[in-house]
């Protein structure tokens, strides 16, 4: 990939010592443009950051080092884990977003923030079921980077977890008891669920059923979630 460009963000601390970096969150920046986007990111009024920014012609910046703790994914939850930034690399990608006009990611971009992943996969002890969605560690907060998010692109090339093949009832017929029949296959992924299943169904339809994001349990909802708990099953 194309050289990284640093432009440094004041809004960064040290990482909780002893905690390893075991996950990888992705997000959009939901800000009309890149520049806008960069500023906020590196103003220190504003106390957020992200370690990276992949803009939608691929160029790529840093803004904190890896080995600092970013502050991109706030109140935040995975796995039985919390408050992630201490353990977790944060890219933000550029797009505005469901307020402000939310569009298709470049394949340019795409394909950048493939290549940085990679790298950064490459570096840590990261698994494929913990590269996450912003809306996946703080499903009642975020919808980022959204349902227009080519999750399976990036699976096929290495980057995260998507189920292979035809997953059985794809259709969308409802599925009576939701909560009992959705609830432990959702934890065996890693959302929390002291949430409304709703909530819960969305954010995981936003990353892995982008067709069909109601927060509704039907059949073909159902046969992506077993499916992904399925690949989860002996992931450390």
């Not at 806008?36 to 920014?53: G, N």
């Not at 570096?123 to 349902?147: L, N, Y």
């Not at 977890?161 to 009576?176: F, K, M, R």
């Not at 936003?206 to 708990?229: F, N």
Request: hydrophobic residues 40%; contains cysteine; aromatic residues 6%.
């Amino acid at each position: 990939m194309p050289a990284i460009r640093d432009l440094p963000s004041p809004n960064h601390d040290e990482r909780p010592a002893g905690l390893p970096i075991d996950t990888l969150v992705l997000h959009y920046t939901g800000m009309r443009t890149a520049a806008e986007a960069i500023a906020r990111l590196r103003d220190p009024a504003a106390r957020v950051s992200s370690h990276y920014v992949v803009e939608e012609d691929g160029t790529v910046s840093r803004l904190v080092p890896e080995e600092r703790r970013a502050w991109h994914a706030g109140v935040s939850h995975w796995r039985g884990r919390e408050t992630l930034n201490g353990r977790s690399i944060g890219i933000e990608i550029v797009n505005p977003g469901h307020e402000w006009g939310y569009r298709p990611f470049p394949a340019l971009q795409m394909a950048a923030v493939c290549d940085l992943c990679l790298e950064i996969l490459a570096r840590h002890p990261i698994a494929a079921r913990d590269v996450v969605a912003h809306s996946d560690i703080a499903p009642d907060r975020k919808q980022d980077p959204g349902e227009l998010f080519d999750w399976q692109g990036l699976a096929a090339n290495g980057v995260g977890l998507w189920p292979e093949g035809e997953i059985p009832g794809e259709d969308a017929a409802p599925v009576p008891d939701e909560v009992a029949r959705a609830l432990p296959l959702l934890q065996a992924v890693g959302y929390r669920t002291d949430l409304p299943v709703t909530v819960l169904l969305a954010a995981f339809q936003r990353h892995w059923r982008p067709e069909r994001v109601d927060g509704m349990l039907d059949t073909g909802t159902l046969g992506r979630l077993q499916a992904v708990a399925a690949l989860c099953q002996g992931m450390t």
